[in-house]
Structures are given as C-alpha cells and as structure tokens.
C-alpha cells in the first residue's frame, strides 16, 4: 500500500462485520461521532472521535462530515469498462444487443489512447459513485487491459480485471485465437497479477464465443495461475443458452461447459445465473462459485428475475455479488443498483433489507471476491477506501429525511432514491479520490 497521505474522517461511522441476514443486529458497528484514521493507505485506528482524537498528531489534516455516514467504498463484482458509450442502447435483448451494440463500440479499443481516455472515464465514475473496487471486463485487445490497469495502479485502487477471450461468433476485429489469447492472458498476468493493488481475472466472456480448445486454455491460465480469479456470463438469456446447448451437444448444462473446463470455484465469478437448473445449482454451490446478481442490467436488456430466496437454499447455497453490469446495466451507482435490486425481488415476493442492502455492497461483496481480509469494511489494518454518504443530498431526499427515525429508515432513504448525487466524498488508499459540496 502505498497512499501518501495521513488524513482523519470524522463523522458517523457504519461498518459491517457479519451479513445481517444470518446475524441480526450483532452484524454492524455504528458510531454516531467516530473518527477513522488512514496512515499510508491503511485505516491505522478506528473508534469513537473523543478516543481518538486526542491520540491525533495536532497535524493531522481531520475532514469532517458531521451529518453524513461514512462506510467503506462500495464493491461492484461485475461491469464493463469499454461500454461506457453504449450504456442506455435502446431496444434489444442480449444477443442482438451485444452485436447491434456492444461489440461495434469494443472495436474502438484496438486504439491504445482511445482505451486510456475511457479508462480514466471510467474509474473518474466509480469514485464518483463511491464505487472503490470493482470486477471488470475489458475487451479483447491486450491494450485495453494494459490502459486500464495503468490507469488504475496510478490511482491505487484495487481492481481485478481481464482480457476478454473471444474466438468464434465475434467479429474479425474482435476475435483472438486460442492461442493467442492464453498467451496475451499470461502476458498480462505476469505483468499485472498482484502488482500494487491489481489482480487479474481471466475473462471467457461466455460459452458462445469461445472453442472448447479457448475454454480448455482458460482452464489452463486457472491451473498454472491458481490465484487469478475467473469471470464471465452464465445463462443470463434464453436464446443465450439455446445458442449454447446447440454448441456443446455433449454438455449437460451450460454451467456444466464450464466445470468440464475447471473454471468453476472461489474465485471465479458468473455474470447473471438467472435461469438456473437445479444440476447447475448444485455444480456452483459444490465449487463455492460467486453469482453476480445484476439488476439494473436484467431488466433494462429484459432478460429476467434473479432468483435471491433459491440462491439461499441451504440444499444448493450460492454465494452471490451484486453488481451494475454496465453498460448492459443502467447505472453505475451500487446505491441505484440496490434500488433495482429490491424492486426484483418485490416482484418475486421476496425482499432486501436496507441493513442487507449495505452489507451486501460492502463487506458482502468484499466476501464473495476473497478480499474481505483488504476491503470492504472499516477496520484497523484494512485498506483505507471509504465513501461518505448523504441521506440529504436532493431536495426530494432532504424532504423525506425529515420523517426518518432510524439508520434502517436512513440507509433504505439513500439505497432507493439515492445515486451519485448522494456521495460526499470518496477516499482511495487513504487519498481523495472525489468530493461534492453538500446538497
Ligand atoms: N454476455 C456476453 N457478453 C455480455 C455483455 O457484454 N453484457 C451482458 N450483459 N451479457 C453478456
Ligand atoms: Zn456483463
């Protein structure tokens, strides 16, 4: 960690240390006048500000935020960076999106400047959003990878990304080989894996657009690089997963394309997982493979209700992340993205709990990406990437504040008209990394 600065945060302080759903009230830690110190791009004592403070060095720089709520920085597990001008693409659903869409906008990357430009876009929106790690795919140009990870290591935020492997069913100017790809993977790896904060994810994007020998490379980047991660799309789409049914006669289940490769397991992470048979359950359960839950995304390409009750079903458990997914998604906001995230439910008759809400966007998905021992919550020796919410940010959000009685009513205020305009400030390693005057 290498952040340079040593700064205070005094304000009222929510950390998550267990998952509300299976702990209760025991889960969080709230302090109404705390104050969290960050030294060197680590959270070096957290506690009550009349504690702490006389321990401060009088140099110590304190931003204080009396009204808002400080959390660590919100963790999204699944998003594209190169579709950042493509985000709000009228009309389509998957298939027809991604090539109406989606894959004329990544044939831009094959220009190096033009990925740098959309790179610090990009993560400029994440900080913007509170946003301080993230799960990205980038396209399959190796530069649009370097760009990225460049641009990241350079602001110190701990991302995980990867090079998208595509060799068949993609246009020309967006198609590798299989052994390209794993070559260009390995390359990357080497470079990047665990330099500063990054960590690499090899990137199938998804069982339509990859030979079985590109899935079995994929599987070998796994074997030879135990620690990367994995992502990619997982029966998201009805056509999506005819299309592959047809293309791997001899597999028993999409999910299961991907376990004969060996990319199932803890570190790999599927894209939307919303019509699920109960084999593919059991083979994502058994593997402790993470589900990225994606709702602004499913409902804007209209591919479906993300099943949470059935993802908790202690016969078949999945871990899950919730995620934007743009610029399928619609919103770079993890706080819209709740909003969206309860509204599927509503609709299965199922619900979200603002306490879970947050949880999940911070320690939660901190839990499902293996980083809860950096990230993802407000504790002594912990990373110090921290978001600063206000419940007051619009006149419609102040307006109903003033019936608000409890953090519950508070954090579901923010989770449901909450967006960008509701975050004060985010820190990145102990370092500003945005900041918004108050609403
Ligand atoms: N499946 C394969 N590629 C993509 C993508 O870019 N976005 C979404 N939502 N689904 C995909
Ligand atoms: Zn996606």
């Known amino acids: 960690m290498t952040g340079s600065s040593t700064r205070a945060l005094r304000g009222r302080l929510l950390s998550f240390r267990d998952d509300p759903a299976v702990v209760g009230a025991e889960s969080y830690d709230f302090i109404e006048d ?3 110190l960050m030294v060197e791009g680590r959270i070096a004592e957290v506690g009550a500000a009349e504690e702490v403070m006389p321990r401060l060095d009088a140099a110590t720089p304190i931003d204080h935020y009396p009204d808002a709520l400080i959390l660590p920085g919100f963790i999204d597990t699944h998003i594209h960076y190169p579709q950042t001008q493509v985000i709000a693409s009228y009309g389509a659903q998957l298939l027809d999106w991604l090539e109406r869409y989606a894959l004329v906008e990544e044939q831009r990357f094959a220009e190096p400047e033009h990925c740098a430009q959309v790179a610090a876009f990009f993560l400029d929106e994440l900080a913007r959003n509170g946003t301080t790690t993230a799960m990205v795919y980038c396209t399959v140009h190796p530069q649009s990878v370097e760009a990225f990870f460049t641009e990241a290591h350079r602001r110190n935020a701990r991302m995980l990304a990867g090079k998208v492997l595509m060799d068949r ?3 020309p100017g967006l198609s590798d080989t299989a052994e390209q790809g794993y070559a260009d993977s390995k390359a990357l790896i080497e470079r990047w894996h665990g330099q500063g904060r990054q960590l690499y994810a090899v990137t199938p994007r998804f069982a339509v657009t990859s030979t079985e020998a590109q899935l079995e490379a994929a599987g070998t980047l796994l074997k030879e690089f135990p620690d990367c991660y994995l992502q990619t799309h997982l029966s998201e789409n009805h056509r999506e997963i005819e299309t592959v049914r047809a293309l791997f006669t001899w597999a028993e289940s999409y999910t299961g394309v991907y376990e004969r490769f060996g990319l199932l397991g803890p570190r790999s992470v599927f894209g939307h997982c919303i019509h699920l048979g109960e084999s593919e359950r059991r083979l994502l359960s058994d593997s402790r493979s993470v589900a990225a839950f994606c709702p602004t995304s499913n409902l804007f390409i209209g591919s479906g209700l ?19 997914d743009v610029g399928g998604g619609t919103s770079y906001s993890m706080l819209s993205t709740l909003a969206e995230a309860y509204k599927v439910l509503q609709l299965q008759h199922q619900n979200l709990p603002a306490l879970q809400g947050f949880y999940r966007i911070t320690l939660g998905n901190a839990r499902a990406l293996g980083l809860e021992d950096k990230i993802g919550r407000l504790a002594k020796g912990g990373e110090a990437d921290i978001v600063v919410l206000d419940a007051k940010a619009t006149p419609a959000m102040a307006h109903r504040h003033a019936r608000v009685e409890t953090l519950e009513e508070e954090l579901f205020l923010l989770m449901t008209l909450g967006d960008d305009r509701a975050v004060r400030a985010t820190y990145i390693a102990g370092d500003p990394a945005h900041s918004r005057a108050a609403g």
Request: net charge positive.
């Open 169 to 171: 069913n993609a246009p």
């Open 34 to 36: 705390g104050l969290v």
């Open 306 to 324: 993300f099943d949470l009750a059935r993802a908790k079903d202690p016969a078949a458990p999945l871990r899950v992340g919730l995620a934007t």
